[in-house]
T-cell receptor, first 117, second 113 residues
Framework: GAVVSQHPSRVICKSGTSVKIECRSL??????MFWYRQFPKQSLMLMAT?????????EQGVEKDKFLINHASLTLSTLTVTSAHPEDSSFYIC?????????????FGSGTRLTVV | AQSVTQLDSQVPVFEEAPVELRCNYS??????LFWYVQYPNQGLQLLLK??????LVKGINGFEAEFNKSQTSFHLRKPSVHISDTAEYFC???????????FGKGTKLTVNP
């Protein structure tokens, strides 16, 4: 089946540094990938939609300069948290659209736990 | 815009008991409905989905859900739960024509021995 690999699974970084999270589709091409943020004991909030070869579409309230998304190939999307602060600590999950027909099938990565100290 | 309400934030049950996790949605257009399960520190796994046709949908791990259009509900059920079913369960809706999923706040299912 369709598999999405997300790396790293956990990362601890110092305040002010940048962190890059990778999301790869292993056995299919993903023209669209999605990035979510999940706060403790809360639901997934869509941050942005990443389209291969074009700029990402950010949800309202998400700082595009802070959360840089690059979708340079059909199998890789990256999320870079720039100048991270403790309030950016969260669980980040990516998902990919498996096919281009409605309704889309989605597969999710295993998530990245970011802790900013 | 659509929204999803999961009425119970936590549901504790004993092993081998039946369980129902409730989900209601609001949308003025046709939607597709999903249930996902999340184990600690992991991503989401699709349990089942309703696209069209039969309102009773069977999924993995013995779960099933029933789509009720008049009540705008999509409750998840399992007749006999196991300890391994302990996890967070999310109901999600996708509006026809949109590629976005909107998630409920989740229900923490805890199965006790």
């Amino acid at each position: 089946g369709a598999v999405v690999s997300q790396h790293p699974s956990r990362v601890i970084c110092k305040s002010g540094t940048s962190v890059k999270i990778e999301c790869r589709s292993l056995d299919f091409q993903a023209t669209t990938m999605f990035w979510y943020r999940q706060f403790p004991k809360q639901s997934l909030m869509l941050m942005a939609t990443s389209n291969e070869g074009s700029k990402a579409t950010y949800e309202q309230g998400v700082e595009k300069d802070k959360f840089l998304i690059n979708h340079a190939s059909l199998t890789l999307s990256t999320l870079t948290v720039t100048s991270a602060h403790p309030e950016d600590s969260s669980f980040y999950i990516c998902s990919a659209s498996v096919d281009n027909r409605m309704p889309y099938g989605y597969t999710f990565g295993s998530g990245t736990r970011l802790t900013v100290v | 815009a659509q929204s999803v309400t999961q009425l119970d934030s936590q549901v504790p049950v004993f092993e081998e008991a039946p369980v129902e996790l409730r989900c209601n949605y609001s949308s003025s257009v046709s939607v597709y409905l999903f249930w996902y399960v999340q184990y600690p520190n992991q991503g989401l796994q699709l349990l089942l989905k309703y696209l069209s046709g039969s309102t009773l949908v069977k999924g993995i791990n013995g779960f099933e859900a029933e789509f009720n259009k008049s009540q705008t509900s999509f409750h998840l059920r399992k007749p006999s739960v196991h300890i391994s079913d302990t996890a967070e369960y999310f109901c999600a809706v996708q509006r026809g024509g949109s590629e976005k999923l909107v998630f409920g706040k989740g229900t923490k299912l805890t199965v006790n021995p």
